[in-house]
């Protein structure tokens, strides 16, 4: 948690307006939420740490219990647990037609000799 508030004072001395901008994608469906939220600082004393069954650590602020924060010692992967918004911005992408090779490669007039090997 120290290394997420000095690398975010590092960055607020270098731009006023931080933004975080979290992107979900459900590859299935091909849905996708969008939303952003403000980067804040956390106080170390807010939360308790505890070691789960694969030897990461979850962060639970101790007002509440609340899961906040997950750490991979063994990838060095810090995340944030955040609830989705309800302002966030939902969207889905139309399936993509298939493009014909063949088709294709005879319209634009492909020739063989395109292609050299050595």
Same mark, same amino acid.
């Given at each position: ?35 952003? +939220?403000?980067?804040? $600082?956390?106080? &170390? @004393?807010?939360?308790?740490? /505890? ?27 810090? +995340?944030?647990?955040? $609830?989705?918004? &309800? @302002?966030?911005?939902?969207? /889905? ?26």
């Amino acid at each position: 948690m120290s290394i997420w508030n000095a690398r975010l004072d590092i960055a607020k001395n270098e731009y006023n307006l931080l933004r975080e901008a979290v992107l979900i994608r459900n590859i299935e469906g091909r849905t996708f939420t969008y939303f952003e +939220t403000e980067l804040t $600082q956390f106080s &170390p @004393s807010e939360y308790e740490w /505890k070691k789960n069954d694969r030897g990461n650590f979850e962060g639970f602020r101790k007002s509440d219990d609340t899961h906040t924060f997950t750490w991979q010692p063994h990838g060095s992967q810090f +995340t944030i647990i955040q $609830q989705v918004p &309800p @302002s966030a911005s939902k969207f /889905k992408l139309p399936a993509i037609p298939l493009i014909d090779k063949e088709a294709t490669l005879v319209t634009i007039g492909f020739n063989e000799d395109w292609i050299s090997f050595s």
